[in-house]
């Protein structure tokens, strides 16, 4: 079977930023989960952490951090 996480990236109620965010996701990926989904209201959102730097969404950060053979899902702007 597969096991997977499902992580919000910036989330203030849960007292997260990015960086930790992306640790975790670390973490994840070297202990073996087998994907990560991340959980944003926009999969273009950048991140607030970073915005006056640049305006790269937060799923390119994770990207650049697992690399392009971790399976990462992300679903954001879903509108039926």
Request: charged share 20%; aromatic share 10%.
């Amino acid at each position: 079977f597969l096991v997977g996480c499902k992580v919000a990236p910036e989330d203030p109620q849960m007292g997260l930023d990015i960086d930790e965010s992306l640790q975790m996701a670390d973490w994840l990926s070297h202990d073996g989960a087998d994907f990560i989904t991340l959980s944003l209201s926009n999969v273009l959102l950048a991140s607030k952490k970073y915005l006056h730097l640049c305006d790269k969404p937060i799923l390119a950060y994770f990207r650049e951090r697992l690399g392009n053979h971790y399976p990462l899902f992300a679903a954001g702007r879903i509108e039926t």
